[in-house]
C-alpha cells in the first residue's frame, strides 16, 4: 500500500527535463512510493496553455517512459474549470486516506502561495516540498502569511513526523531550464537537446508545435 506520494502540477508546455527531474529528486530525497505529474487544464493565475492537453499528455508520457515511480495522471485535465490544487489534494487525500501527500512546487510558486484558492486549507491535507538553489529563499511576507517558522523542517525525517502541515526548503535542486525557453528555442529554429528528452523532441517536431 502506498505510504508516500508525491505530486508535480505545472503546465507542461512542454515537459522539459527540469521537470522531470524534480520529481526524481524529490522521490529519491523523501523515498516516496510514486510522484504523480499532474497537467493543469486552467490555470487560475496565469494564461492558458499554448499546446492543447491531448499533446501536453502524450509529451509527458514520453518523457516518462521509462520511469517506474513517476507517473502522468491526467486528473486535472479531466475536471471542469479551474484546476485548483486544493481540490487536487484534496482528492487525493480522500483516496487513499492515511498515505503521506507531498506537493512539490518551486520557490517562485510558495512565494506565490497565499494568492492560490483556498491556500491555508492545503496545509490540513498535505507537506509541502520547495525546491529550490542555496540562494533561493522564501520571502518575508509569505514567510509570516504560511507560519514558516513552526511548518518549516530541516530533514525528510521530520517532514513526516506529522501527517501533513510541515515546510521542507530543498537548497540543492540544480536543474536548469524552463518551458518559455524551450518554446523560445523551438521558434527560432535552435536545438532544445538539453532541455527535451528525445521522444518529447521528436513529438513536438511532428505536431508542428510551438512553431513562430
Known amino acids: 500500500m502506498m505510504s508516500r506520494l508525491g505530486l508535480l502540477g505545472g503546465m507542461f508546455d512542454p515537459v522539459h527535463k527540469a521537470h522531470v527531474g524534480a520529481a526524481r529528486f524529490a522521490l529519491e530525497l523523501l523515498q516516496l512510493d510514486c510522484v504523480k505529474m499532474l497537467p493543469c487544464k486552467k490555470p487560475n493565475h496565469r494564461e492558458s496553455s499554448l499546446a492543447s492537453a491531448e499533446h501536453r499528455l502524450a509529451m509527458l508520457r514520453l518523457a516518462l517512459g521509462r520511469e517506474r515511480q513517476i507517473e502522468a495522471d491526467p486528473l486535472e485535465l479531466n475536471r471542469e474549470g479551474v484546476s485548483y490544487s486544493i481540490d487536487t489534494v484534496a482528492y487525493f487525500r480522500e483516496l487513499l486516506g492515511d498515505t503521506q501527500i507531498v506537493f512539490i512546487l518551486g520557490v517562485d510558486a510558495m512565494n506565490a502561495l497565499p494568492r492560490w484558492h483556498q491556500w491555508q486549507a492545503m496545509f490540513e491535507y498535505c507537506h509541502f516540498l520547495v525546491l529550490g538553489r542555496g540562494h533561493e529563499q522564501i520571502d518575508s511576507a509569505t514567510s509570516e502569511a504560511i507560519g ?35 518554446r523560445e528555442l523551438i521558434a527560432a529554429g535552435r536545438s532544445t537537446s538539453n532541455l527535451l528528452e528525445v521522444g518529447v523532441a521528436a513529438y513536438i517536431k511532428e505536431h508542428g508545435l510551438y512553431r513562430a
Open 148 to 182: 514558516f517558522s513552526r511548518r518549516a523542517v530541516s530533514n525528510p525525517t521530520e517532514l513526516f513526523e506529522e501527517p501533513h502541515g510541515r515546510i521542507f526548503l530543498a537548497g540543492e535542486f540544480d536543474f536548469e531550464g524552463s518551458s518559455s525557453e524551450v
